[in-house]
């Protein structure tokens, strides 16, 4: 949909849900939806009730859509990674987050272009280590067919302990690129950016979960380096 962000967002928010249809993928329950809204048509998003989230014992129970859309606050913030805009709204199945469908020209998973698209990669790894990702398999990297790298799948995302759990190995012990480095720097470095940044977080977070996400933020730019990751205790299962 070639839309504005904020237009998007306002889409998806007051946008009719018309059809659905249940993704069999994954362990939470995951609505593919067609929507419509005056003006602008039929669109695809993608529907995740809190209602449909399998508890899980280190995750406070009913927040895994509150996570996608702090995933997505947090991306806007810093210009990067790509992820479709997310929203929190009723649907069919309850409150839950609704994500922009992007499309894929294939189903390919970053295996089939992370050589060629090095430096997309190298910010969805970065990303995942303040967010603190615990679920980056392959299969949440996409190659929209705009010609962008797209990041999806933010529920296990903002927790208070070390989680991290992601395919992106490639870049262990690499300096972090000085673009990103100046875009942390940025956000560090200004109150009222922090500020309005942890506001929008509030909604979505407990305060120690933002908390840690700045201090993440803050040891990333003292050492400057992506770390060199535990093969017992960094690998997502499964891989894809």
């Given at each position: 949909?070639?839309?504005?962000?904020?237009?998007?967002?306002?889409?998806?928010?007051?946008?009719?849900?018309?059809?659905?249809?249940?993704?069999?993928?994954?362990?939470?329950?995951?609505?593919?939806?067609?929507?419509?809204?005056?003006?602008?048509?039929?669109?695809?998003?993608?529907?995740?009730?809190?209602?449909?989230?399998?508890?899980?014992?280190?995750?406070?129970?009913?927040?895994?859509?509150?996570?996608?859309?702090?995933?997505?606050?947090?991306?806007?913030?810093?210009?990067?990674?790509?992820?479709?805009?997310?929203?929190?709204?009723?649907?069919?199945?309850?409150?839950?987050?609704?994500?922009?469908?992007?499309?894929?020209?294939s189903r390919p998973d970053l295996?089939?272009?992370?050589?060629?698209?090095?430096?997309?990669?190298?910010?969805?790894?970065?990303?995942?280590?303040?967010?603190?990702?615990?679920?980056?398999?392959?299969?949440?990297?996409?190659?929209?067919?705009?010609?962008?790298?797209?990041?999806?799948?933010?529920?296990?995302?903002?927790?208070?302990?070390?989680?991290?759990?992601?395919?992106?190995?490639?870049?262990?012990?690499?300096?972090?690129?000085?673009?990103?480095?100046?875009?942390?720097?940025?956000?560090?470095?200004?109150?009222?950016?922090?500020?309005?940044?942890?506001?929008?977080?509030?909604?979505?977070?407990?305060?120690?979960?933002?908390?840690?996400?700045f201090r993440r933020a803050d040891?990333?730019?003292?050492?400057?380096?992506?770390?060199?990751?535990?093969?017992?205790?960094?690998?997502?299962?499964?891989?894809?």
């Amino acid at each position: 949909m070639a839309v504005s962000p904020e237009e998007a967002a306002l889409l998806l928010e007051k946008g009719e849900i018309r059809q659905y249809e249940a993704v069999s993928s994954g362990s939470n329950y995951t609505f593919l939806v067609m929507m419509s809204a005056a003006g602008r048509g039929k669109f695809l998003a993608v529907y995740k009730p809190q209602r449909g989230e399998r508890p899980l014992w280190d995750f406070p129970r009913g927040t895994l859509h509150r996570r996608e859309r702090a995933a997505y606050i947090t991306s806007r913030t810093l210009g990067w990674p790509n992820i479709p805009v997310t929203v929190i709204r009723d649907g069919p199945f309850g409150i839950g987050s609704v994500q922009l469908f992007v499309p894929t020209a294939s189903r390919p998973d970053l295996f089939a272009f992370q050589e060629e698209r090095r430096k997309e990669l190298m910010e969805i790894a970065l990303f995942d280590l303040l967010v603190n990702n615990a679920d980056r398999k392959a299969g949440h990297c996409l190659l929209g067919v705009d010609g962008r790298v797209w990041a999806i799948d933010h529920g296990l995302t903002f927790h208070v302990d070390p989680k991290l759990r992601t395919v992106l190995w490639d870049y262990c012990g690499e300096p972090i690129p000085q673009r990103l480095l100046e875009d942390l720097e940025s956000l560090r470095e200004d109150p009222a950016r922090r500020d309005v940044l942890r506001a929008e977080l509030e909604t979505e977070l407990a305060p120690e979960e933002i908390n840690a996400f700045f201090r993440r933020a803050d040891r990333l730019l003292r050492f400057r380096r992506y770390p060199r990751l535990d093969p017992t205790r960094n690998i997502p299962w499964p891989l894809v």
